[in-house]
């Protein structure tokens, strides 16, 4: 099970941080992946970690402004939004994928397991 929180409203430039607490299964065996859909649109990747967090991957659109860790201790990941722009604003959504080695895959499709949507407004 993936719990997702941390959303909220805030001012284009402004910083949020996503946490996704899991359970319910053995964490460090996923690699997990955060997603967002934003209204009328489809829902899109936005950041992956490997199992161990060695690897990470990102969209463009964020690369250089959200960051993902992982703490395998506590069996969350993390996402750290900086510089938030007003197209940011969606739900985003946490995701585990069951991969073998270091893989960070992007493609929604390739993930198991959902938590359900938190949702991030940016004012401008």
């Known amino acids: 099970q993936l719990q997702a929180s941390g959303g909220g409203l805030v001012q284009a430039g402004g910083s949020l941080r996503l946490s996704c607490a899991a359970s319910g299964g053995t964490f460090s065996s996923y690699a997990m992946g955060w997603f967002r859909q934003a209204p009328g649109k489809e829902r899109e990747f936005v950041a992956t970690?490997?199992?161990?967090?060695?690897?990470?991957d990102y969209a463009d659109s964020v690369k250089g402004r959200f960051t993902v860790s992982r703490d395998n201790v506590k069996n969350t990941v993390y996402l750290q939004m900086n510089s938030l722009k007003p197209e940011d604003t969606a739900a985003y959504y946490c995701a585990a994928a069951a991969v073998l080695g270091e893989k960070t895959p992007r493609i929604q499709y390739d993930y198991n397991y959902w938590g359900q949507g938190t949702l991030v407004t940016v004012s401008s």
């Open positions: 970690i490997s199992r161990r967090g060695g690897s990470t």
